[in-house]
C-alpha cells in the first residue's frame, strides 16, 4: 500500500496517519490551514447540531419517542453538571456547555473510524493521499477551543465584575490587598490565567493523540504474523473498549473546566 518506490515502515506508517493535509492561505507557515481538521470538526457540528434541533424542533408534550427521549437526557444531563457548579441565570452556561460536550464528543469518536479507512477514497493509494479524521488529535483544534473559553472567560470576568473590580482581583487576591503583596498577587493571577487555556487543550490533544498512536502499534503489530496477530487482535479490542470511555471522559472533562472557568468568570473572591 506504500507509493511506489517508498518501503513501508512503522515510523513511517504512523508518520504518515499523524500528518494532516494542508492547503496553503499565504507565503507564512502562520497562514497555512488543516484541511481535513478543519472540514471535518465543520461537517460533525452540522450534523451534530442539526440533529439536535431536528429533534427539539419537532418535540412533543405527550410520550416521547427514542430519539426525543435521548436527546432529553442529553439535555437533563448537561443542565443538571451546570447547576452543580454555577449558581446563576444558566441561559448562556447551559447551551455552552451543551456545544461543548456534543462536538468534542464526535469529533473525539471520529478516533473509531479505522485509521487506513480514507485509503479505500483516493487514488493512488495509503501513501500518496490521506485525510486525517481526528479533529482533537490535532493541537490546532483544542487550542482554538480552549482558547475560545479562555475568551468568554475575560469577556464575563470584566462584564459581571466590571473594569475596576477584574482589575482589583488580580491585584488584591488571594493574598489580600496589601500594596507589598500586589505584585505577587498579580505574577500569581498571570500564571493562573496562562495555565489554563494550556491544561484545557493539552489534556484533550494528548489523550486523543495517544489514543491514536496506540490503536496504530497494536495495528502494525497485528501484521507480523499469526501470533502478532491474534495478541494485536485481542489488545486492539481490550484498548477500544477501554477507549470508549476515553472518548466520552475527555468530553466531560472539557465540558466540566468549561463550566468551572465560567461559573470562577461571574463570581468574586
Not at 452540522?46 to 432529553?72: D, H, M, S, Y
Amino acid at each position: 500500500m506504500a507509493a511506489e518506490g517508498q518501503e513501508l515502515t512503522p515510523t513511517s506508517y504512523i508518520g504518515h496517519h499523524l500528518t494532516n493535509r494542508t492547503v496553503s492561505l499565504g507565503d507564512s507557515p502562520f497562514w497555512t490551514l488543516h484541511l481535513d481538521t478543519w472540514l471535518t470538526a465543520v461537517v460533525l457540528g452540522v450534523v451534530g447540531f442539526g440533529f439536535l434541533w431536528w429533534i427539539a424542533r419537532g418535540a412533543t408534550a405527550g410520550v416521547p419517542n427514542k430519539r426525543q427521549a435521548f436527546v432529553e437526557m442529553l439535555f437533563d444531563f448537561v443542565d443538571d453538571q451546570v447547576k452543580g457548579i454555577f449558581h446563576g441565570n444558566r441561559a448562556f452556561v447551559a447551551p455552552l456547555a451543551l456545544t461543548v460536550f456534543v462536538w468534542v464528543f464526535l469529533m473525539n469518536a471520529m478516533d473509531f473510524i479505522p485509521v487506513d479507512l480514507a485509503a479505500l477514497f483516493t487514488e493512488h493509494g495509503l501513501h500518496q493521499h490521506e485525510w486525517k479524521p481526528v479533529p482533537t488529535s490535532d493541537v490546532n483544534t483544542t487550542f482554538a477551543l480552549a482558547l475560545s473559553v479562555w475568551a468568554l472567560m475575560l469577556f464575563y470576568n470584566v462584564k459581571v465584575k466590571g473594569v475596576g473590580g477584574w482589575t482589583h482581583e488580580l491585584f488584591c487576591t488571594p493574598f489580600g490587598s496589601n500594596i507589598l503583596l500586589m505584585p505577587l498577587n498579580f505574577l500569581f493571577n498571570v500564571v493562573e490565567y496562562v495555565s489554563k487555556p494550556l491544561s484545557h487543550s493539552l489534556r484533550l490533544y494528548g489523550n486523543i493523540y495517544a489514543g491514536e498512536i496506540i490503536f496504530m502499534l497494536l495495528w502494525m503489530w497485528a501484521a507480523t504474523g499469526l501470533i502478532g496477530s491474534v495478541a494485536g487482535g485481542v489488545l486492539a479490542l481490550g484498548w477500544a473498549i477501554f477507549h470508549i470511555l476515553i472518548v466520552a471522559l475527555q468530553a466531560y472533562i472539557f465540558m466540566m473546566l468549561t463550566i468551572v472557568y465560567m461559573a470562577m468568570a461571574h463570581e468574586s473572591h
